[in-house]
Nanobody, 124 residues
Framework: VQLQASGGGLVQAGGSLRLSCSAS????????VAWFRHLAGKEREFVAA????????VYEDSVKGRFIISRDRAKNTVDLQMDSLKPEDTAVYYC??????????????????WGPGTQVTVSS
């Protein structure tokens, strides 16, 4: 499965961006799709994840109330709506797909497929 993330860009603090993750050649059926981000000088960290079939969205604490992960079945994408962006959200964002159990949603190793990242830059 090849994943592709899109929607990154440059935005001022307080602004919004919407990222979209798509899969080539198949749907996300049976998978959990997650967003991770890689901040400069830090480990890649979990942002949010959702099961394609059942939902069950899970968020990292610092993005709760600001980011929403959702499924678009018509487009076969998993989107990340990011509102009230802060400079500390600046990172390369990656989407990933796998079949983790709910308690492992936050683990990078639980995801088999990764897309190339998309840069999100939030200016102060």
């Amino acid at each position: 499965v090849q994943l592709q993330a899109s929607g990154g860009g440059l935005v001022q603090a307080g602004g919004s961006l919407r990222l979209s993750c798509s899969a080539s050649e198949r749907t996300f059926s049976g998978y959990t799709v997650a967003w991770f981000r890689h901040l400069a000088g830090k480990e890649r960290e979990f942002v949010a994840a959702i099961r394609w079939s059942a939902g069950n969205p899970v968020y990292e604490d610092s993005v709760k109330g600001r980011f929403i992960i959702s499924r678009d079945r018509a487009k076969n994408t998993v989107d990340l709506q990011m509102d009230s962006l802060k400079p500390e959200d600046t990172a390369v964002y990656y989407c990933a797909a796998g079949t983790p159990i709910l308690s492992n949603f936050r683990l990078k190793a639980a995801y088999y497929y990764w897309g190339p990242g998309t840069q999100v830059t939030v200016s102060s």
